[in-house]
T-cell receptor
Framework: GQQLNQSPQSMFIQEGEDVSMNCTSS?????WLWYKQDPGEGPVLLIA?????ELTSNGRLTAQFGITRKDSFLNISASIPSDVGIYFC??????????????FGKGTKLSVIP | DAGITQSPRHKVTETGTPVTLRCHQT?????MYWYRQDPGHGLRLIHY???????DKGEVSDGYSVSRSKTEDFLLTLESATSSQTSVYFC?????????????FGPGTRLTVL
């Protein structure tokens, strides 16, 4: 099936630094989603993107829907310890199959050093 | 809060025994999904449902069956558990209206097959 390439796989940053991560695909998507997962819990939706070029913020988080429809980016500004977790991207293929099956990236594990 | 609960939250069982995991939602969502999450693989779709008694296979359906006799409950059954089915299982529901391209996850069930 389709795959999303998410990078980096992991990152260690100092508190207060900005973070960037991205997802790329060989196929076109019509929706991009970004989730965060804390240990022992389910993924929580952070940001949803619906239009190519769209830039959406949620507090210190900003995500963008790439112009080509094949990529998306998530930025976290001024990181704090509670940003620790695994961030997943997910996309809904442009074919929009009736099952509405998402394709997921494998995640970026973020560690914040106080 | 998408009103999703999963039970049990943790289970340890032995190879060859049947296991049923339950997903319960309180908001009458039509679409429900079962995923498994494993290191290095991310989230993979097992089965999904698009209504009462309407289900279909996902990417990794072998060894699993599902049932949906009521809108609010989606059951995942491992007919004869194997060690390769040790994983964390997540249920998700598809949003409605302007959220229809989004999925919202339950808290997960950690299953260990000895």
């Amino acid at each position: 099936g389709q795959q999303l390439n998410q990078s980096p796989q992991s990152m260690f940053i100092q508190e207060g630094e900005d973070v960037s991560m991205n997802c790329t695909s060989s196929s076109i998507f019509n929706t991009w989603l970004w989730y965060k997962q804390d240990p022992g819990e389910g993924p929580v939706l952070l940001i949803a993107l619906y239009k190519a070029g769209e830039l959406t913020s949620n507090g210190r988080l900003t995500a963008q829907f790439g112009i080509t429809r094949k990529d998306s980016f998530l930025n976290i500004s001024a990181s704090i310890p509670s940003d620790v977790g695994i961030y997943f991207c997910a996309g809904l293929p442009y074919s929009g199959a009736g099952s509405y099956q998402l394709t997921f990236g494998k995640g970026t594990k973020l560690s914040v050093i106080p | 809060d998408a009103g999703i609960t999963q039970s049990p939250r943790h289970k340890v069982t032995e190879t060859g025994t049947p296991v049923t995991l339950r997903c319960h939602q309180t908001e009458n969502h039509r679409y429900m999904y079962w995923y498994r999450q494993d290191p290095g693989h991310g989230l993979r779709l097992i089965h999904y449902s698009y209504g009462v008694k309407d289900t279909d296979k996902g990417e990794v359906s072998d060894g699993y069956s599902v049932s949906r006799s009521k809108t609010e409950d989606f059951l995942l059954t491992l007919e004869s558990a194997t060690s390769s089915q040790t994983s964390v299982y997540f249920c998700a529901i598809r949003g409605v209206g302007q959220d229809q391209n989004e999925q919202f996850f339950g808290p997960g069930t950690r299953l260990t097959v000895l």
